[in-house]
């Protein structure tokens, strides 16, 4: 799935796929109590927020502070980088958020990894081709 979103240029994103990411955060935002994660559209395509943020955590273009916020915000512990806030690149963002999505997917699911549990299914598929 991540073959369909824009690769990353010797860590940075392109344009597209740094909105990409806000629209993801948005939709995270607005998760309530569904099983499944929410999902973003590019190019006509249905792509999981997860697989957004998996996208980005190579990439060390500054994220906006309006975006530094929305991920801070959604921390347990507070913020403590190197330097200032504004300084969070989007391989720290997306590394918090895809760990966020993950927890969301154990409580909405009662503890079961469904990610993990379609994994082994497929495996187990293949093995059996």
Same mark, same amino acid.
């Given at each position: 799935? $991540? ?12 344009? !597209? ?6 629209? =993801?955060?948005?939709?995270?935002? &607005?998760?309530? *109590? &569904?099983? !499944? ?8 395509? #249905?792509?999981?927020? @997860?697989?957004?943020?998996? =996208?980005?955590?190579?990439?060390? %273009?500054? #994220?906006?502070?309006?975006? #530094? $916020? =929305? ?15 504004? !300084?969070?690149?989007? @391989? *720290?963002?997306?590394? #918090? ?15 079961? %990894? ?5 994994? &082994? *299914?497929?495996? =187990?598929?293949? @093995?059996?081709?």
């Amino acid at each position: 799935m $991540s073959n369909a979103l824009p690769p990353l240029h010797e860590g940075h994103a392109p344009i !597209t796929l740094q909105q990409l990411f806000r629209e =993801a955060l948005y939709a995270f935002e &607005e998760w309530d *109590t &569904e099983v !499944t994660e929410p999902i973003v559209m590019f190019e006509g395509k #249905v792509v999981p927020v @997860s697989t957004v943020f998996e =996208a980005m955590r190579e990439c060390t %273009d500054i #994220v906006p502070n309006n975006i #530094v $916020s =929305a991920v801070t915000e959604r921390l347990t512990k507070p913020w403590e980088g190197e330097g200032p806030l504004d !300084t969070m690149t989007f @391989s *720290t963002a997306a590394r #918090v958020m895809g760990v966020l999505v993950r927890k969301r997917l154990l409580v909405v699911n009662n503890g079961v %990894d469904v990610a993990a549990v379609v994994a &082994e *299914t497929q495996a =187990a598929e293949q @093995s059996d081709r």
